[in-house]
């Protein structure tokens, strides 16, 4: 069964660390583009960071680029967000997708959802 398991999300004080973990199972890890997307209360879902099978090519949205850093780690199938200098905006839950194919950043490109979660970045 295909699988994506996430962990690491918590409490944070405003300009604290956080690194979330997604480990993948069930397909041939260096086949997939990863990403990690977020939704805050009453927002839409957007993408926050992707890397491409092979981890030649990563992207960032605007708000995060210099604070966080996507690297996957092909021996453990897992791919990381490294989150620093977090802010109160930050607050949402994080939700780690995958594709087989080429990279992209449009979520519905995506078809391989972990179950997400929760940061929250207090001030």
């Known amino acids: 069964q295909v699988q994506l398991v996430e962990s690491g999300g918590g409490l944070v004080q405003a300009g604290g660390s956080l690194r979330l973990s997604c480990a993948a199972s069930?397909?041939?890890?260096?086949?997939?583009?990863m990403a990690w997307f977020r939704q805050a209360p009453g927002k839409e879902r957007e993408f926050v960071a992707g890397i491409s099978r092979r981890g030649d090519l990563t992207g960032y949205v605007d708000s995060v680029k210099g604070r966080f850093t996507i690297p996957r780690d092909d021996a453990k199938n897992t791919v990381v967000l490294q989150m620093r200098s977090l802010k109160p905006v930050d607050t949402a839950v994080y939700y780690c997708?995958?594709?087989?194919?080429?990279?992209?950043?449009?979520?519905?490109?995506?078809?391989?959802w972990g179950q997400g979660t929760q940061v929250t970045v207090s001030s």
């Open positions: 069930g397909r041939i890890f260096t086949s997939l583009t």
């Open positions: 997708a995958a594709r087989t194919g080429s990279y992209t950043e449009s979520g519905a490109n995506f078809d391989l």
